[in-house]
């Protein structure tokens, strides 16, 4: 028998579209799969979805299993659940309005099985806008992921990752996850303390613990930008609102971290930032860029002591958080 993968199914008021993420689950050419639909006390009927679903489909999978919370936790602790009950030896999760590409499992699996030292892979995935209709494809990213300046840039260690994420995240392909479970586990699983930030904090426990994150460049999970998507982006702000409410993280997991000096640069950046928490003024325009530009760049003091301590010590160049 292969290796099994569970396949965990994050939701939460899904019932629109979590349907179509399991018939692309049920469509793998991968053969063991263990089907695990974690529920966070959606309002809609997401559950009895996915109920009827697996009723008429369980037997494509090794074992299903749904699992309810009694109150609505975040997504991490939503993610963690599914984690716990999870048994495969690999874990790929998907959220409830996305699909799975035909050979994802079988993709990731085979990149695996060259590389016996990856733990934890990251891959291509395309982003729709509502529907996965060929004309409503956006992009494709990441573009260049093997790009000299990127984090997945070959023979970049784990400790390089570390240090680059330590700036900010700079991974915007997390739909690709495909994880060793025992791996995930061991590193603390998913930080529950942030409702809405899951990803970023398992970069930095991943890759500060050693585990570099391996990435292939095939694109295997179809990702849905629509109005009612828990991490929606709204593309017309300056700065996404998901920045200001990250200080708290920060506290804990990057600045005590960084050289006092990125820190007092990241400080000051985050605080003069404030202004654009006002709606008007976090509108996308031409104007208001140069406003964030000058109060970011021009007027920040810590950055201009930065510039000349790299003219100084050389050996900076090549430190990512100097970069």
């Not at 994802?104 to 990149?111: P, R, S, V, W, Y």
């Not at 060259?114 to 060929?134: G, H, M, N, T």
């Not at 303390?193 to 398992?202: A, K, T, V, W």
């Not at 654009?276 to 003091?301: D, G, H, M, Q």
Request: proline share 3%; aromatic share 14%.
């Amino acid at each position: 028998m292969n290796s099994v993968v569970s396949v965990i199914v994050v939701t939460y008021n899904s019932s629109q579209f979590v349907e179509e993420t399991l018939e692309s689950i049920s469509k793998q050419t991968w053969k063991d799969i263990e089907l695990i639909i974690t529920d966070d006390r959606s309002e809609d009927n997401t559950v009895e979805v996915c109920l009827k679903w697996i009723n008429k489909n369980s037997d494509r999978f090794l074992r299903t299993e749904i699992i309810e919370s009694d109150i609505n936790t975040g997504v991490p602790a939503n993610a963690n659940r599914g984690l716990y009950a999870a048994k495969g030896d690999w874990v790929a999760y998907i959220a409830g309005d996305d699909n799975f590409k035909p050979n994802h499992i079988k993709d990731n699996m085979d990149f695996i099985a060259s590389r016996k030292e990856v733990k934890v892979l990251l891959s291509k995935i395309e982003v729709y806008q509502d529907s996965f209709k060929p004309e409503n494809l956006i992009k494709v990213t990441p573009e260049d992921a093997f790009n000299p300046t990127s984090i997945m840039a070959p023979g970049r260690s784990a400790d390089s990752q570390y240090r680059m994420l330590l700036r900010y995240d700079r991974i915007h392909y997390t739909p690709s996850l495909f994880i060793n479970r025992e791996t995930l586990i061991s590193i603390g699983a998913y930080d529950e303390r942030f409702r809405m930030l899951e990803d970023y904090p398992l970069w930095l426990n991943l890759t500060k613990n050693g585990y570099k994150l391996y990435f292939m460049d095939k694109v295997t999970v179809r990702y849905r930008r629509h109005s009612r998507s828990i991490n929606k982006t709204v593309y017309e702000k300056l700065i996404n609102d998901s920045y200001f409410n990250e200080e708290e993280f920060r506290k804990i997991y990057t600045y005590p971290n960084m050289p006092v000096d990125i820190k007092l640069n990241e400080r000051f950046t985050w605080y003069v930032l404030q202004i654009f928490r006002i709606n008007w003024l976090n509108r996308n325009t031409k104007l208001r860029e140069f406003l964030l530009v000058l109060l970011s760049a021009y007027l920040n003091p810590f950055r201009y002591y930065i510039w000349i301590k790299k003219k100084l010590n050389k050996e900076l160049k090549n430190n990512e958080l100097y970069v």
